[in-house]
T-cell receptor, first 115, second 120 residues
Framework: DGGITQSPKYLFRKEGQNVTLSCEQN?????MYWYRQDPGQGLRLIYY???????QKGDIAEGYSVSREKKESFPLTVTSAQKNPTAFYLC??????????????FGPGTRLLVL | AQKVTQAQTEISVVEKEDVTLDCVYE???????LFWYKQPPSGELVFLIR??????QNEISGRYSWNFQKSTSSFNFTITASQVVDSAVYFC?????????????????FGTGTQLKVEL
């Protein structure tokens, strides 16, 4: 079955530690995105990537880093510089240009908690 | 800057009641897309509908219907005969298309969501 997978479902981070959230898709989508959701809030864009080896900052990129070495994968690293990382992180992808590119499909999310 | 406002933070209804979720947006673009997503307690966002700025026809899908009015910059969502399974957070979103030359895609601006609780 095609879809977007995120792992782990729950992640605990200690002070000063970098952690990496995984996002994989087998939908042959070109564009991928990372969002952060805080309680009672909408989603805010952290980073996005339209093609392999290229990515752009979103609205709240500080304290985060990404890579896009493969079309299928877009991991997000929450660095120690992110002082308030506790949130629900959602990964999304959208179809290639010329198709229904304007629709984003989401993974199940990773909940990050600080110890 | 684009903005989406969902003024209703939480709505509670009794099963079988009709309910309308409001969405008001702001954009300077002439071409844009509007979306509704459902977020059940599991957390995953489920795509419900996409509407482009040139199509103001209302749409109906089963118990769901959407009313898009450019004159008032609104894209409201109505659930008819609500059911307990409709309980979720619903998000309205507005897109800013990225260039097609580099893989396409879009940047979404989300509202803060409306928590819908349907009780027996």
């Amino acid at each position: 079955d095609g879809g977007i997978t995120q792992s782990p479902k729950y992640l605990f981070r200690k002070e000063g530690q970098n952690v990496t959230l995984s996002c994989e898709q087998n939908l042959n989508h070109d564009a991928m995105y990372w969002y952060r959701q805080d309680p009672g809030q909408g989603l805010r864009l952290i980073y996005y990537s339209q093609i392999v080896n290229d990515f752009q900052k979103g609205d709240i990129a500080e304290g985060y880093s990404v890579s896009r070495e493969k079309k299928e994968s877009f991991p997000l690293t929450v660095t120690s510089a992110q002082k308030n990382p506790t949130a629900f992180y959602l990964c999304a992808s959208s179809p290639p240009a010329g198709t229904a590119q304007e629709t984003q499909y989401f993974g199940p999310g990773t909940r990050l908690l600080v110890l | 800057a684009q903005k989406v406002t969902q003024a209703q933070t939480e709505i509670s209804v009794v099963e079988k009641e009709d309910v309308t979720l409001d969405c008001v947006y702001e954009t300077r673009d002439t071409t844009y897309y509007l979306f509704w997503y459902k977020q059940p307690p599991s957390g995953e966002l489920v795509f419900l509908i996409r509407r482009n700025s040139f199509d103001e026809q209302n749409e109906i899908s089963g118990r769901y219907s959407w009313n898009f009015q450019k004159s008032t910059s609104s894209f409201n969502f109505t659930i008819t005969a609500s059911q307990v399974v409709d309980s979720a957070v619903y998000f309205c979103a507005l897109s800013d298309l990225l260039g097609e030359l580099t893989g396409g895609g879009n940047k979404l601006t989300f509202g803060t969501g409306t928590q819908l609780k349907v009780e027996l």
